[in-house]
């Protein structure tokens, strides 16, 4: 598609651009920022941070302003930890029992939504493109909208689109498709989502049209759209880091320190949707069952913390670092160690070593919208060796069918999918198998897909215009 700079552009998003650290104040890290970034400096525009801290937003040596909203400590609580992680971040994730869903936190999270609304409306010129992200914020378009009607309004969605029966007991789930249904665009990963977003509409009774794989809703003189898009990752920077000699130098040190065998790695945020504490219970069934396991395979699980202050996920903590201690317990011993749990955030230079050191990496979440370790992995190897093990219940399984692909549910399955990436001898259908899956990663740019979702945005909203002067 062809790409234009975006003019005019305002982004709101619930993490800001930079973060203070006791370095100073730094780039957030992801790649999302490192795609908007870039678009934003051409833009000269406005990105509205609801959940950031202030002190990281005095970017008066920018071409380009950020606002982080004043949002009274009891509200930003009840709105990130209660309406968005503790009941839409589990329901769209299919974990429905974990799911709480209290008034006082859905008014809070109307009332950031209102917020970071206002806080738009006021600072986008006339015409101007809104980028809206993700479930922390999902009314914020309808809201938007009734205050803005000039403006053009993209929304996007970074988790999967639960599935009906589950969006059946979210009291607010009419409220939800509205509020998104005031965006032109609203962008999900994969056509998977996409059909599930249909049901939703189809359970609402509200009206919609099919045209080619997106579906178009009537509202009023307008209409939105809901298309798949999916994310991408900084390709050309991992495959550099995987070029680098002293990445690689650091990958050699690190298999050489874990004593030579088999390495698995996985990567996560510590979430309980990305399935650690079951995939480490594998492990353990692994080494209970093959000896060859036990002398040769090692476990590299590196997890950054995460939301802390959710209950659900002080409790994953702690069944990961008893699953760790047990594993250790019982198959340790004084210099061989089978699982190595790293439980903080690593720098990307430090990531891509242990990329490049894991003979497998194990992506295995219960669920996920996407998940861009997976594409990470594969972009950082330089040659097309090792093997990505990947559940069929991430987004990435849609755009990466040459990877091992596993249920995540089904126990026994896990451990002989990571047995055989762990311990199968070679074949060239190994290489084959990477190739194709380094070839898929390659397309997927995350600058490109940020620049393709403006350029669609934009025109949608032409062609609505020009509809309306026909
Ligand atoms: P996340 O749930 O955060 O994103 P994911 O897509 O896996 O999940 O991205 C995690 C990112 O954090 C990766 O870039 C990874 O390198 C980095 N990371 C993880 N652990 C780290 C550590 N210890 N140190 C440093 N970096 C670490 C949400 C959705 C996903 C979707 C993305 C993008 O849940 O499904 O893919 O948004 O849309």
């Not at 939504?113 to 914020?140: F, S, T």
């Not at 055989?420 to 490109?448: N, Q």
Request: charged residues 25%; proline residues 6%; glycine residues 8%.
């Amino acid at each position: 598609m062809k790409t234009r700079s975006p003019r005019r552009l305002v982004i709101v998003s619930a993490r800001a651009p930079f973060v203070s650290t006791p370095n100073g104040i730094v780039r957030a890290p992801g790649g999302l920022i490192s795609a908007l970034l870039p678009l934003m400096r051409r833009a000269r525009g406005t990105w509205i941070a609801t959940g950031a801290d202030h002190d990281a937003c005095d970017t008066s040596e920018l071409p380009f302003r950020v606002r982080a909203l004043s949002i009274p400590s009891s509200m930003r609580a009840a709105w990130y930890a209660g309406a968005s992680n503790g009941a839409l971040w589990p329901l769209a994730h299919g974990f429905v029992e974990v799911c709480r869903f209290q008034a006082e936190q859905t008014r809070a999270y109307l009332d950031v939504c209102r917020a970071a609304a206002d806080a738009a409306a006021e600072n986008a010129p006339p015409g101007a493109i809104v980028w809206i992200h993700d479930y922390q914020l999902a009314l914020v378009p309808a809201l938007l909208r009734a205050r803005r009607p000039d403006l053009t309004i993209g929304f996007f969605w970074h988790i999967p689109w639960p599935a009906a029966e589950s969006l059946r007991v979210l009291p607010w789930a009419s409220e939800l498709i509205e509020g998104l249904l005031g965006a032109d665009l609203v962008g999900l990963h994969v056509p998977r989502y996409v059909r599930a977003f249909r049901d939703a509409l189809d359970e609402l009774g509200i009206t919609h049209t099919s045209d080619g794989g997106s579906i178009v809703v009537p509202r009023g003189s307008r209409a939105a759209r809901i298309e798949a898009w999916p994310i991408g990752i900084d390709v050309e920077g991992w495959a550099k880091l995987g070029r680098d000699e002293d990445v690689a130098a650091e990958a050699a040190r690190i298999r050489a320190d874990l004593g030579g065998g088999r390495v698995l790695l996985a990567v996560d945020r510590m979430d309980y949707a990305k399935g650690i504490a079951e995939r480490l219970e594998a492990f353990e069934r692994l080494l209970e069952q093959s000896a060859e396991a036990r002398e040769r395979v090692t476990f590299v699980q590196i997890g950054v913390p995460s939301r802390e202050t959710v209950p659900a996920y002080r409790e994953l903590r702690q069944r990961i670092e008893a699953a760790v201690g047990r594993i250790q317990g019982r198959f340790g011993a004084l210099r061989r160690k089978p699982v190595h749990l790293f439980a903080r955030s690593f720098e990307s230079t430090e990531l891509a070593a242990y990329y490049l050191a894991a003979d497998a990496a194990l992506v295995t979440p219960r669920r996920d919208g996407m998940n861009l370790v997976a594409f990470e992995y594969v972009a950082t190897r330089p040659r097309p060796n090792g093997r990505l093990l990947l559940s069929t219940t991430a987004g990435a399984a849609d755009v990466m069918p040459e990877a091992h692909l596993v249920n995540p549910y089904d126990d026994e399955g896990l451990v002989s999918a990571i047995e055989h990436v762990a311990l199968a001898p070679e074949t060239p259908g190994d290489a084959a198998r990477m190739d194709a899956l380094k070839a898929r990663v390659s397309r997927l740019s995350v600058e490109g897909w940020a620049s393709d979702f403006l350029a669609r945005l934009s025109q949608v909203t032409d062609e609505r215009v020009a509809s309306r002067a026909t």
